[in-house]
């Protein structure tokens, strides 16, 4: 479901299906969120859809966005992190939507269709974020995340090494690593 309480169908790829299996406790209910940041005995718990969290008391709904805000600050800082110890120049939560738009342009998707698999609701915002991202520093700095293989597999084995340093669990890792 988008921001604005679209309910949308996506296609996961192996690697979601994967970090959605990690997640998955056994029991689990439909309903209940899947990744560990959102209580699922918590009050806003009851109020799931977008429909719901219109309707949501407000001391709950400062409780449901509070807890967002904090999960979500934790992890900017975590980025924060990896970013220095990576020597990435540029790395935030949005960074792989960016990039996600900025390799679907590399490969001449019409903004037609960006607009759609980015779930925009007008073309005319589609072609905003095409236009920052062309005109944009982050464009270099992203391309610079992406070196020669060999260099490349160095450099992953330095980092990996650099963000155990950081001790976060297996699962704050693969959350962090997987955007959410």
């Not at 449901?64 to 934790?74: F, H, Q, S, V």
């Not at 980025?79 to 590399?106: M, Q, V």
């Not at 095409?130 to 490349?152: F, N, R």
């Amino acid at each position: 479901m988008t921001k604005n309480g679209k309910k949308v169908d996506v296609i996961l790829v192996q690697d979601a299906v994967n970090i959605l299996k990690h997640y998955r406790k056994s029991g689990q209910r439909p309903e209940h969120y899947i990744f560990p940041y959102l209580d699922n005995d918590a009050e806003y718990s009851k109020y799931l859809d977008y429909e719901g969290r219109k309707t949501m008391p407000l001391d709950v709904s400062k409780k449901y966005y509070d807890t967002i805000n904090a999960r979500e600050a934790r992890i900017g800082r975590l980025l924060r992190e990896i970013k220095f110890l990576a020597g990435i120049p540029y790395l935030t939560l949005h960074t792989a939507r960016h990039t996600f738009a900025l390799r679907a342009k590399e490969a001449n998707v019409d903004n037609t269709t960006l607009k759609n698999i980015l779930k925009h609701s007008s073309l005319n915002t589609t072609e905003t974020y095409v236009k920052k991202l062309d005109s944009s520093s982050e464009d270099a700095a992203m391309k610079g995340m992406y070196m020669d293989k060999t260099h490349q597999n160095k450099e992953k084995k330095r980092i990996v090494k650099q963000i155990q340093k950081l001790g976060l669990s297996p699962e704050e890792l693969i959350a962090l690593l997987s955007g959410n």
